[in-house]
């Protein structure tokens, strides 16, 4: 559905249409040199198409704003440019990223916005922006940065809480509770992988606009989206740096799980090694042979028991020392 469709000239808002007929008042309204801003939010086929007629926008871009999941890119299509965003937001609860996907159509004269899942709304950005005029003058470009901005700032919040879960699973790795976090392990691998299909092609588009290689971004904001781009390529490194950790700690895990099962193994083989010493000695000398000298022996039993306990002492201590109890 249409969220919002307002008309912007001279760096304030004219007015706005919240149905389907707005779009038509809005793209005659593109030719008296002011812009258009259309906000959708999970449209049908057929609430877009009509859109998608009044500002003659491409097949192939319309097919993929309608059914999202695109990866992050920006093309361009005649005088229309095409950019896909990842949204992103983190459930601490749950340890899992909802990733959702905002695709902006911008062209001579109007700006389209259409939204798919709910991470990184945008009624403040609008807000936001209408309150800088100044930026507003320079066209849909700067409507397309407040969003991009929007977009890359929600990625913050969202590798802080996979950090935080990163550091706790280190903890647990090598602290003394002998639990194995191997299946968290991989889902926060998962959630970092997400992360990396949001930040690392996004890049290369960025670039692009900073650089003013595109007609559509007037030459005051190109300073605006070089310093988003500094921010998504921090964001990169930093998905790089928590998938480098997490195959770190993935391996620790790995080794640790290893030395304790070497550890039970010794335990185990050495308790094996001191109750065989009794066994064998009890084993020999309860055969029932006639002539037996220790059966002569007034004292033979409780020095059969010394005989087994210093033997299995010496063993422990033994073992003991060579840390394997």
Same mark, same amino acid.
């Given at each position: 559905?249409?969220?919002?469709?307002?008309?912007?000239?001279?760096?304030?808002?004219?007015?706005?249409?919240?149905?389907?007929?707005?779009?038509?008042?809005?793209?005659?309204?593109?030719?008296?040199?002011?812009?258009?801003?259309?906000?959708?939010?999970?449209?049908?086929?057929?609430?877009?198409?009509?859109?998608?007629?009044?500002?003659?926008?491409?097949?192939?871009?319309?097919?993929?704003?309608?059914?999202?999941?695109?990866?992050?890119?920006?093309?361009?299509?005649?005088?229309?440019?095409?950019?896909?965003?990842?949204?992103?937001?983190?459930?601490?609860?749950?340890?899992?990223?909802?990733?959702?996907?905002?695709?902006?159509?911008?062209?001579?004269?109007? +700006?389209?916005?259409?939204?798919?899942?709910?991470?990184?709304?945008?009624?403040?950005?609008?807000?936001? +922006?209408?309150?800088?005029?100044?930026?507003?003058?320079?066209?849909?470009?700067?409507?397309?940065?407040?969003?991009?901005?929007?977009?890359?700032?929600?990625?913050?919040?969202?590798?802080?809480?996979?950090?935080?879960?990163?550091?706790?699973?280190?903890?647990?790795?090598?602290?003394?509770? &002998?639990?194995?976090?191997?299946?968290?392990?991989?889902?926060?691998? &998962?959630?970092?992988?997400?992360?990396?299909?949001?930040?690392?092609?996004?890049?290369?588009?960025?670039?692009?606009?900073?650089?003013?290689?595109?007609?559509?971004?007037?030459?005051?904001?190109?300073?605006?989206?070089?310093?988003?781009?500094?921010?998504?390529?921090?964001?990169?490194?930093?998905?790089?740096?928590?998938?480098?950790?997490?195959?770190?700690?993935?391996?620790?895990?790995?080794?640790?799980?290893?030395?304790?099962?070497?550890?039970?193994?010794?335990?185990?083989?050495?308790?094996?090694?001191?109750?065989?010493?009794?066994?064998?000695?009890?084993?020999?000398?309860?055969?029932?042979?006639?002539?037996?000298?220790?059966?002569?022996?007034?004292?033979?039993?409780?020095?059969?028991?010394?005989?087994?306990?210093?033997?299995?002492?010496?063993?422990?201590?033994?073992?003991?020392?060579?840390?394997?109890?």
């Amino acid at each position: 559905m249409i969220v919002d469709c307002a008309i912007y000239e001279n760096g304030e808002r004219k007015e706005g249409d919240l149905d389907l007929h707005g779009a038509s008042k809005a793209s005659r309204a593109c030719e008296t040199g002011s812009f258009v801003w259309i906000g959708l939010r999970d449209p049908t086929s057929d609430e877009f198409d009509a859109v998608a007629r009044e500002f003659y926008l491409h097949e192939l871009a319309v097919e993929d704003a309608v059914k999202a999941h695109q990866r992050p890119k920006i093309e361009e299509y005649d005088d229309t440019l095409f950019v896909v965003l990842k949204t992103a937001k983190y459930h601490d609860d749950s340890e899992t990223v909802e990733v959702g996907e905002i695709n902006l159509f911008a062209g001579r004269g109007f +700006i389209i916005s259409v939204r798919h899942g709910d991470p990184s709304p945008l009624g403040d950005v609008r807000h936001q +922006i209408e309150s800088r005029p100044d930026l507003l003058r320079c066209g849909q470009g700067a409507v397309m940065h407040a969003i991009i901005d929007r977009v890359v700032d929600d990625y913050e919040p969202v590798l802080a809480g996979i950090e935080d879960d990163i550091e706790e699973v280190e903890e647990q790795v090598f602290s003394d509770l &002998r639990v194995s976090p191997t299946e968290r392990i991989y889902k926060l691998k &998962r959630e970092v992988l997400s992360m990396h299909r949001a930040t690392a092609p996004l890049i290369e588009p960025l670039q692009a606009l900073s650089e003013g290689n595109y007609s559509h971004v007037h030459d005051d904001i190109r300073d605006y989206f070089r310093d988003i781009y500094d921010h998504v390529a921090r964001a990169n490194d930093t998905v790089d740096s928590m998938r480098e950790m997490l195959n770190g700690v993935l391996d620790a895990n790995t080794a640790q799980v290893s030395v304790r099962q070497n550890e039970d193994m010794r335990k185990i083989s050495a308790w094996v090694a001191i109750a065989a010493v009794p066994t064998l000695l009890a084993g020999i000398w309860g055969m029932n042979f006639k002539d037996m000298p220790e059966l002569s022996l007034s004292f033979g039993y409780p020095v059969a028991l010394l005989v087994i306990l210093s033997v299995c002492l010496f063993l422990y201590r033994t073992f003991k020392k060579a840390g394997w109890l």
